[in-house]
């Protein structure tokens, strides 16, 4: 079955400047990759989303690329917040219903 | 918010006991997707259900069950509790058709702790 490695597991930033959070998968099958925020004490939110015909997607501050041949995809974060401190996770599917998750990585944003 | 909403928030149960959680999808979406989500770690797929019927499964024993209702809420079952049942349980909902990948929205979870 899939595989999802996320790095860094923790990253902190200054204010302003960029975040670039990496993940790699390991079927070769999977075509949908979201990436999603999660707050402390809430479910996960769907920031942005890729799938396997898109090499780059870009939603304002948010960016997420696609590498098909080397199998890793990545989010950047530019112009960073301090409400963009969060936990964020990668995700990776091949068939409907079976979605795996990284193991996510801590963003703090200071000030 | 994404309007999908689970209950209870919180709850306490003992080894050996059972215990449904309940999830009611965004308005409009047909599938919902059930994951444990342990402290420090990404949710786990426990299964989907569309249109009522399982639609795949994770790695989980069958002491895990499910339902979808015709107004397409869900409930998770769990037998049995064993302490490393204590997680937090999330429900996705999305609008699925044919075989492709649909956003999936997540509700708040319910915070199970099993002594």
């Known amino acids: 079955g899939e595989n999802v490695e996320q790095h860094p597991s923790t990253l902190s930033v200054q204010e302003g400047d960029s975040a670039v959070i990496k993940c790699t998968y390991s079927d070769s099958a999977s075509n949908y990759f979201p990436w999603y925020k999660q707050e402390l004490g809430k479910g996960p939110q769907l920031i942005i989303d890729?799938?396997?015909?898109?090499g780059e997607k870009k939603d304002q501050r948010i960016a997420v690329t696609l590498n098909k041949t080397a199998k890793h995809f990545s989010l950047h974060i530019t112009e960073t917040q301090p409400e963009d401190s969060a936990v964020y996770f990668c995700?990776?599917?091949?068939?409907?219903?079976?979605?795996?998750f990284g193991a996510g990585t801590r963003l703090t944003v200071k000030p | 918010e994404t309007g999908v909403t689970q209950s209870p928030t919180h709850l306490i149960k003992t080894r050996g006991q059972q215990v449904t959680l309940r999830c009611s999808s965004q308005s409009g979406h047909n599938t919902v997707s059930w994951y444990q989500q342990a402290l420090g770690q990404g949710p786990q797929f426990i299964f989907q259900y569309y249109r009522e019927e399982e639609n795949g499964r994770g790695n989980f024993p069958p002491r895990f069950s499910g339902l979808q209702f015709p107004n397409y809420s869900s409930e998770l079952n769990v037998n049995a509790l064993e302490l490393d049942d204590s997680a937090l349980y999330l429900c996705a909902s999305s609008l699925a058709s044919g075989r492709t990948n649909h956003e999936q929205y997540f509700g708040p979870g319910t915070r199970l702790t099993v002594t």
């Open positions: 890729i799938r396997s015909n898109v």
């Open positions: 995700a990776a599917t091949a068939t409907r219903g079976d979605m795996r």
